[in-house]
């Protein structure tokens, strides 16, 4: 499906206006903040925003009418339970006027998204979706795998639900359309095809093997394609056999005959949706407190995948209400299709379509089938949200036993709520650097991984000590500094070190430095001949424990051992990368690509003119006396 054009998004710089307070946290002093703010509000749509006493979100809303709604604050009585905790804790409140509506609800998902208040239903989705894109700014386009801002010149297919289902896609179609993979600057420099040519994947334009209008035509058949019109590009590779066959070309013939057997297991792997073009397929489901949506994405009458969500912070809140928040938060930025079928109309439908329109090129509808094919694919939809729901269940019912576990065998007052764990890595002490991974009861949490560039001249090569010293007190002295009433989420309860009792050591002193007492520190040591399995857990008592082999905490700590440890090296492989990359010359000052350039064809290497005399330097092309002295001086300082 082609990427929609880019809408600017609303700016809320416009007719904004704020009130503050200041009192300590209470009901009384919430509906006052409230009270004081209804003095100023207007009767027309926008956006208020409650904030607590350190001005952070705690809610996001949007209103017809801002006066009509924020009064209903007050009435304390009438709200949820949730709703009086935030209450007691605001103490100001922002307000953004709008236009419209729908306006209004654009901007409160933006805000959502970017603020992530604590009171607002979250969509938590730390992954985005992957893309096949087909460039349009060059002769012979490229298809290729994209994640990220979609910013190309170009045709964007998606989304698909994993990098799994494109990888397969494209494989297939790179059998079936022989579209090259490669980059602008691979092709360019190719003097002989390539081995995707050799195997039939690739119909090799870089050393004109096939000619623009012949490229221009694979490209047209897979737009065809991608857009829902297999049959007839099915129909136009089997006349072309046939015509092969008839001239008894068999060997052109097989060409073709394969091709129609990858388009058959491309039509085979992705599924097909009968009487359905473009549409996205949303079902919840809803159990012990707990929701689950399931959204199925089906692009050219092709199944691309699905995949289940889980929001949070859903407490009293409605099926109806939790399937508007996500609709409005999942295509803040995602491309939209015409149309969007429901297990059930989420609350204010109608303008939740009105507000997505204005972020497609063509009308968006939000339907609920109720008989024939369309109802069948949202019943599927929702059988998946259903058993996706009952696993996250019990994942996560196996996750609280396996915290509460780990709170006894450390003695910790409560099932921890974030585990920081650290470890460090480098090659005889060069490009150092540490990697932090965060894990809670939702799992792993990539969102607040960390990396730490290691550069501090006063730490010997190969001190694992000084490094964790290093790291430790990066982290800590920028969390007492953002955080230190540890009003938020981000202070852990548990922190383990990847080593033995000189890491704990170095780590415990370091807290000590900043006045931090509470927080459990744990050594995890390999065990004897680095067995997995023999591992020893120094605390910070002294005290030194092992567990069964077959204990479940066990093999828990050993997963959160390992990711911290993958996490640290892939920093580390990406800086030594770097850093073998790098070239001298981009340290000298004034030394832009075209003298670089020039002084690398002048002399050949940059070792060469690392060594080169200021008489040398001087004769080369573009570069002056002044230049040459700088370029001379950066390579041997003086005194």
Same mark, same amino acid.
């Given at each position: 499906?082609?990427?929609?054009?880019?809408?600017?998004?609303? @700016?809320?710089?416009?007719?904004?206006? &704020?009130?503050?307070?200041?009192?300590?946290?209470?009901?009384?002093?919430?509906?006052?903040?409230?009270?004081?703010?209804?003095?100023?509000?207007?009767?027309?749509?926008?956006?208020?925003?409650?904030?607590?006493?350190?001005?952070?979100?705690?809610?996001?809303?949007?209103?017809? @009418?801002?006066?009509?709604?924020?009064?209903?604050?007050?009435?304390?009585?009438?709200?949820?339970?949730?709703?009086?905790?935030?209450?007691?804790?605001?103490?100001?409140?922002?307000?953004?006027?709008?236009?419209?509506?729908?306006?209004?609800?654009?901007?409160?998902?933006?805000?959502?998204?970017?603020?992530?208040?604590?009171?607002?239903?979250?969509?938590?989705?730390?992954?985005?979706?992957?893309?096949?894109?087909?460039?349009?700014?060059?002769?012979?386009?490229?298809?290729?795998?994209?994640?990220?801002?979609?910013?190309?010149?170009?045709?964007?297919?998606?989304?698909?639900?994993?990098?799994?289902?494109?990888?397969?896609?494209?494989?297939?179609?790179?059998?079936?359309?022989?579209?090259? @993979?490669?980059?602008?600057?691979?092709?360019?420099?190719?003097?002989?095809?390539?081995?995707?040519?050799?195997?039939?994947?690739?119909?090799?334009?870089?050393?004109?093997?096939?000619?623009?209008?012949?490229?221009?035509?694979?490209?047209?058949?897979?737009?065809?394609?991608?857009?829902?019109?297999?049959?007839?590009?099915?129909?136009?590779?089997?006349?072309?056999?046939?015509?092969?066959?008839?001239?008894?070309?068999?060997?052109?013939?097989?060409?073709?005959?394969?091709?129609?057997?990858?388009?058959?297991?491309?039509?085979?792997?992705?599924?097909?949706?009968?009487?359905?073009?473009?549409?996205?397929?949303?079902?919840?489901?809803?159990?012990?407190?707990?929701?689950?949506?399931?959204?199925?994405?089906?692009?050219?009458?092709?199944?691309?995948?699905?995949?289940?969500?889980?929001?949070?912070?859903? &407490?009293?809140?409605?099926?109806?209400?939790?399937?508007?928040?996500?609709?409005?938060?999942?295509?803040?930025?995602?491309?939209?299709?015409?149309?969007?079928?429901?297990?059930?109309?989420?609350?204010?439908?109608?303008?939740?379509?009105?507000?997505?329109?204005?972020?497609?090129?063509?009308?968006?509808?939000?339907?609920?089938?109720?008989?024939?094919?369309?109802?069948?694919?949202?019943?599927?939809?929702?059988?998946?949200?259903?058993?996706?729901?009952?696993?996250?269940?019990?994942?996560?019912?196996?996750?609280?036993?396996?915290?509460?576990?780990?709170?006894?065998?450390?003695?910790?007052?409560?099932?921890?709520?974030?585990?920081?764990?650290?470890?460090?890595?480098?090659?005889?002490?060069?490009?150092?650097?540490?990697?932090?991974?965060?894990?809670?009861?939702?799992?792993?949490?990539?969102?607040?991984?960390?990396?730490?560039?290691?550069?501090?001249?006063?730490?010997?090569?190969?001190?694992?000590?000084?490094?964790?010293?290093?790291?430790?007190?990066?982290?800590?002295?920028?969390?007492?500094?953002?955080?230190?009433?540890?009003?938020?989420?981000?202070?852990?309860?548990?922190?383990?070190?990847?080593?033995?009792?000189?890491?704990?050591?170095?780590?415990?002193?370091?807290?000590?430095?900043?006045?931090?007492?509470?927080?459990?520190?744990?050594?995890?040591?390999?065990?004897?001949?680095?067995?997995?399995?023999?591992?020893?857990?120094?605390?910070?008592?002294?005290?030194?424990?092992?567990?069964?082999?077959?204990?479940?905490?066990?093999?828990?700590?050993?997963?959160?051992?390992?990711?911290?440890?993958?996490?640290?090296?892939?920093?580390?492989?990406?800086?030594?990368?770097?850093?073998?990359?790098?070239?001298?010359?981009?340290?000298?000052?004034?030394?832009?690509?075209?003298?670089?350039?020039?002084?690398?064809?002048?002399?050949?290497?940059?070792?060469?003119?690392?060594?080169?005399?200021?008489?040398?330097?001087?004769?080369?092309?573009?570069? @002056?006396?002044?230049?040459?002295?700088?370029?001379?001086?950066?390579?041997?300082?003086?005194?």
């Amino acid at each position: 499906m082609a990427e929609p054009p880019q809408i600017d998004r609303f @700016s809320e710089e416009q007719a904004t206006f &704020a009130v503050r307070g200041r009192d300590a946290p209470d009901l009384d002093a919430g509906v006052a903040a409230i009270r004081n703010v209804l003095k100023t509000l207007p009767v027309r749509p926008g956006v208020y925003r409650m904030l607590d006493a350190g001005g952070d979100a705690l809610y996001v809303g949007k209103a017809r @009418s801002l006066k009509n709604r924020v009064v209903n604050y007050t009435q304390v009585a009438r709200l949820p339970r949730r709703l009086q905790r935030m209450v007691s804790l605001t103490r100001a409140m922002t307000i953004v006027t709008t236009a419209s509506e729908a306006e209004a609800l654009l901007l409160e998902a933006q805000l959502i998204k970017r603020l992530r208040p604590a009171f607002n239903v979250l969509l938590r989705d730390d992954k985005s979706f992957p893309f096949i894109f087909l460039n349009e700014d060059h002769a012979y386009p490229r298809i290729s795998k994209h994640r990220g801002a979609r910013k190309g010149k170009g045709i964007y297919f998606g989304p698909f639900a994993s990098a799994g289902a494109v990888n397969r896609t494209l494989n297939a179609l790179q059998k079936v359309f022989l579209l090259r @993979s490669c980059s602008d600057s691979f092709m360019a420099n190719r003097a002989r095809p390539c081995l995707l040519h050799q195997i039939r994947r690739c119909s090799a334009p870089c050393v004109d093997r096939i000619d623009a209008p012949g490229y221009a035509e694979l490209v047209s058949d897979a737009k065809d394609f991608l857009a829902g019109k297999s049959q007839s590009v099915q129909r136009k590779l089997g006349e072309a056999m046939q015509e092969a066959a008839e001239k008894q070309d068999y060997e052109l013939a097989a060409v073709f005959r394969d091709r129609l057997r990858a388009l058959t297991y491309i039509q085979g792997q992705t599924g097909t949706a009968e009487g359905v073009k473009d549409v996205d397929v949303i079902a919840l489901a809803e159990k012990a407190g707990q929701f689950s949506i399931q959204a199925f994405f089906v692009r050219g009458g092709q199944n691309w995948g699905h995949r289940a969500f889980f929001p949070k912070n859903t &407490a009293d809140s409605t099926p109806e209400d939790v399937l508007a928040s996500f609709l409005m938060q999942f295509y803040e930025d995602m491309p939209l299709p015409p149309e969007i079928l429901v297990d059930r109309l989420p609350a204010e439908a109608d303008l939740i379509a009105e507000a997505l329109s204005t972020r497609s090129p063509r009308k968006v509808a939000i339907r609920q089938p109720l008989r024939g094919a369309l109802k069948r694919l949202v019943d599927q939809a929702a059988r998946n949200a259903v058993e996706a729901l009952d696993r996250n269940l019990a994942e996560g019912a196996t996750q609280t036993k396996l915290l509460a576990e780990l709170a006894d065998l450390f003695e910790l007052p409560e099932p921890p709520r974030r585990i920081e764990v650290y470890d460090n890595s480098h090659i005889q002490g060069t490009n150092a650097g540490g990697g932090m991974i965060v894990a809670g009861p939702e799992g792993f949490l990539k969102n607040s991984y960390r990396k730490f560039n290691i550069k501090d001249a006063s730490i010997t090569p190969g001190d694992d000590f000084g490094m964790m010293r290093h790291v430790l007190g990066r982290r800590f002295a920028r969390l007492g500094k953002e955080d230190p009433d540890r009003k938020g989420s981000d202070w852990p309860d548990l922190v383990l070190i990847d080593g033995g009792k000189g890491q704990l050591s170095a780590a415990m002193d370091i807290l000590a430095e900043q006045g931090i007492d509470d927080v459990t520190l744990v050594g995890v040591a390999k065990g004897p001949d680095r067995n997995a399995g023999r591992e020893v857990f120094h605390l910070m008592d002294g005290r030194e424990l092992t567990l069964p082999l077959n204990a479940p905490v066990l093999f828990y700590l050993q997963r959160l051992r390992d990711e911290a440890h993958r996490f640290a090296i892939g920093a580390h492989r990406a800086k030594r990368s770097k850093a073998i990359s790098a070239n001298p010359l981009d340290d000298v000052p004034g030394i832009g690509p075209t003298r670089k350039r020039a002084l690398l064809m002048h002399f050949g290497t940059a070792k060469a003119v690392r060594s080169a005399a200021l008489e040398s330097l001087m004769a080369a092309p573009g570069i @002056s006396k002044a230049m040459a002295e700088v370029i001379y001086d950066h390579f041997h300082p003086r005194g």
